[in-house]
């Protein structure tokens, strides 16, 4: 059985998407983003799931030091990243991977930068229990502080019934409202949808550009991070570095990381990433699952070394910089939410760092 | 020259507020909230800074590594503070006292627990460049990364004019957008106009304990804080512990911190803090400068005793607590800011632990 329910007319084929690029852009499927995104059969996005996953995913306390919510890494008030090179946790800790966007990010196949959650419901649970992100020492304490505050109750409920308080509804609620932040009516959306006015000509040179030297390869699709459903379970991903021979991979480390592998332990894993979305990329900055590239220009060009084994030449850096400008999309206008209080008393909060 | 420019009207005497505690509550001078702050004359509030003042407050980019904002200890999301015992800051540093909140904060005579900022504008610049919490070499390095931002500019030039990115500025719209933090209609507000059936009866009762014994002595005024202004430059501020010999006082560690002390030097400064509004109390635990009690309860028995010299029976303590939660009041709705991007870059932030 099919977990998603509809949207299958979005799905780009891998295979058109590798003709690409020979290609010109306009004999390209370039797609506008979808205003919704795909929903599993079992998450059907309601407003009250929506209104429950923004207090949720805004909430610190559900941290050991109440710090750090998921929003402290994925900040919706910006690009939906938190801008440095790899993620911030409690006591000041960092793993060795940059947090990727959380705009868009119901388009991908997968979550994380190895797609080891299938779904955006089973990613939601994964930083609540790192040690160096949220770091609680099991799910179960994060819903027992949830359970704890009197006024989630009603949330809960009007979201998922009685007696709902539990992790899987919790995650489907920030799944839900992580679904909605889409951000539709980039200049390049506008484009493709025939205005042809919303795109400078640089960019639209750079669109062709794009697709000539062959990005669009993976970076496909309406979100530009490929298929939005996976090949029977299998993610889509790409090997990252390509072309490991280059001298940007040991000037940005690009080879430590061993991507799905250190998921899988499957030889064939070796380098597997997930495709990063291109949407509002230039929020995003610095870039790279290690975030060690600080600039567009320099990441767009990393690349077409490290995969497509290409020396890009200065225009057509500058070129396709132009066009992953116009992919800057509206971000959708959203009330700061109230997150329901305790009442005369805190949580005991981790206090010395570790 | 007097720097606020109306509002004298709302000014509670000290002499006033002192014979409240053998005065029925009746016969107390009981104020609501009012709807406007005091504004400084040369900052009275306008939108555009209150909306400039609100990006910054959420922007956790002006903090050494890019993780921390007003908001990170100041959650306008909760009770306006971190639910705490002390604040966190860079790197899961900690301070030795408790973030104080920001809700009706622009009531209180003096900014910090010791009373050290005469203003919210100064306030503002304070934990920016403290080691501690937002970990800024200097407000210079902090302002640049303000100007290094384009998209901050027009609404610097929308709330102060031409050339007007100044950390003076920045503090200024802060302080604007705090000014706005105000927490109307409270059952207590209600009551004190006149709905009678605003309150329970036990609240209306703990409203005259709370008269009765004393606690309106310092907590006085619309916020409980003491008066707005300051006595000639002098913050309204009070000895804490009074009591000194009380057991609370080394169970909780209350003689410790030296208060303004710290600042003056002054022998009288000794354990002199302002007076914590007494606003959503409720939603503020722990309690105290260094938030070493846990419960509202345990703070009421712990105050009666190092303040009043007074065993305050089960009774009295569970009715003054009952009070304490008609002072929770509405918290005007917000919209979620976009904090303006950088684009195809990010900033260097630091990033290994001190």
């Not at 900040?75 to 990727?100: E, F, I, K, T």
């Not at 868009?104 to 997968?110: D, K, L, T």
């Not at 940005?252 to 998921?263: A, C, Q, S, T």
Request: aromatic fraction near 8%; hydrophobic fraction near 40%; charged fraction near 25%.
């Amino acid at each position: 059985m099919n977990m998603y329910k509809s949207h299958l007319k979005l799905l780009p084929g891998i295979a058109l998407a590798l003709t690409l690029s020979t290609a010109s852009a306009h004999a390209a499927q370039w797609q506008a983003l979808p205003e919704k995104a795909p929903e599993p059969a079992d998450n059907p996005t309601t407003p009250e799931k929506v209104e429950l996953g923004r207090i949720l995913y805004m909430d610190p306390r559900f941290s050991s030091t109440g710090t750090v919510s998921c929003n402290s890494c994925h900040n919706v008030m910006l690009g939906g990243d938190d801008n440095r090179p790899v993620a911030m946790g409690v006591h000041g800790q960092m793993g060795g991977r940059s947090a990727p966007t959380v705009w868009n990010a119901a388009f991908s196949s997968a979550q994380f930068w190895d797609g080891r959650a299938a779904s955006l419901e089973e990613q939601a649970k994964g930083p609540v229990v790192n040690p160096v992100e949220m770091g609680m020492s099991e799910l179960k304490s994060a819903i027992d502080r949830v359970r704890a505050i009197a006024g989630y109750k009603p949330y809960f409920e009007k979201a998922f019934g009685k007696d709902a308080m539990t992790a899987d509804n919790a995650a489907k609620a920030v799944a839900a409202f992580e679904r909605t932040l889409i951000t539709p009516n980039s200049p390049y959306d506008r484009y493709v949808k025939g205005e042809k006015q919303a795109m400078t000509k640089q960019q639209v040179k750079g669109m062709e550009t794009f697709a000539r030297v062959g990005c669009a390869s993976c970076h496909s699709g309406a979100a530009f991070s490929g298929p939005m459903l996976s090949n029977n379970g299998k993610p889509f991903q790409m090997k990252f570095p390509t072309f490991s021979d280059s001298a940007y991979v040991s000037k940005y480390n690009l080879d430590k990381d061993m991507g799905r592998f250190e998921v899988t332990k499957s030889e064939s894993d070796k380098h597997m990433f997930k495709v990063a979305t291109l949407r509002n990329i230039e929020l995003t900055a610095p870039y790279f699952h290690n975030g060690s590239v600080k600039t567009l220009d320099e990441a767009v060009k990393v690349m077409g070394k490290v995969q497509l084994n290409k020396d890009l030449s200065d225009d057509e850096v500058k070129d396709i910089v132009a066009f992953l400008h116009a992919l800057t999309g509206e971000f959708p206008e959203q009330k700061l939410p109230r997150l329901p209080g305790t009442s005369g008393w805190a949580f005991e909060y981790t206090e010395a760092a570790k």
